[in-house]
């Protein structure tokens, strides 16, 4: 079982201060909302992840970056963290990676959203964020959770 745990401090005007720790290892990460909402871009990545496809979600720095990859593997998912300087891609390397089935990697992420969703963050802090789809994705990772024991 991999243990992660995604934590975050109140935004403040567009910045948010992400703790992501994942199987000891842990990284700060001050992300902005600008030009891209990270929060948003979490959301979409673990609906499609769960779906089987692959995802990446940008954390601005300004200028620099991290990019999360949530990549499918039959029933499990990889999770790479890779830092890039100047947020160029060509010139990133890996901070951290690990796999393990749907709810291991996943469900974290998705309580990061919920419990990130029950605060009512608004403007001038945090843009909006649409959470329409949270039931869906949270049916999809329980879902390849039975395949995933035997598989992963």
């Given at each position: 079982m991999k243990t992660i745990r995604l934590g975050h401090e109140a935004p403040s005007h567009g910045w948010l201060t992400l703790r992501l720790v994942a199987n000891g290892h842990s990284v700060e990460?001050?992300?902005?909302?600008?030009?891209?909402n990270p929060v948003q871009e979490l959301i979409s990545?673990?609906?499609?992840?769960?779906?089987?496809?692959m995802a990446c979600v940008w954390f601005h720095l300004e200028p620099d970056g991290y990019y999360l990859h949530l990549e499918p593997i039959g029933e499990c998912i990889r999770l790479r963290l890779d830092y890039a300087p100047e947020s160029q891609r060509s010139r990133s390397r890996k901070i951290m990676e690990l796999e393990g089935d749907r709810r291991d990697i996943l469900l974290p992420f998705w309580r990061f959203i919920r419990d990130f969703q029950s605060r009512g963050y608004a403007e001038p802090?945090?843009?909006?964020?649409d959470y329409r789809d949270?039931?869906?994705i949270k049916a999809r990772i329980d879902?390849?959770?039975a395949l995933a024991t035997y598989i992963c």
């Amino acid at each position: 079982m991999k243990t992660i745990r995604l934590g975050h401090e109140a935004p403040s005007h567009g910045w948010l201060t992400l703790r992501l720790v994942a199987n000891g290892h842990s990284v700060e990460i001050d992300t902005s909302d600008v030009p891209n909402n990270p929060v948003q871009e979490l959301i979409s990545a673990i609906h499609s992840a769960a779906g089987g496809v692959m995802a990446c979600v940008w954390f601005h720095l300004e200028p620099d970056g991290y990019y999360l990859h949530l990549e499918p593997i039959g029933e499990c998912i990889r999770l790479r963290l890779d830092y890039a300087p100047e947020s160029q891609r060509s010139r990133s390397r890996k901070i951290m990676e690990l796999e393990g089935d749907r709810r291991d990697i996943l469900l974290p992420f998705w309580r990061f959203i919920r419990d990130f969703q029950s605060r009512g963050y608004a403007e001038p802090h945090w843009p909006e964020v649409d959470y329409r789809d949270m039931d869906a994705i949270k049916a999809r990772i329980d879902k390849g959770r039975a395949l995933a024991t035997y598989i992963c």
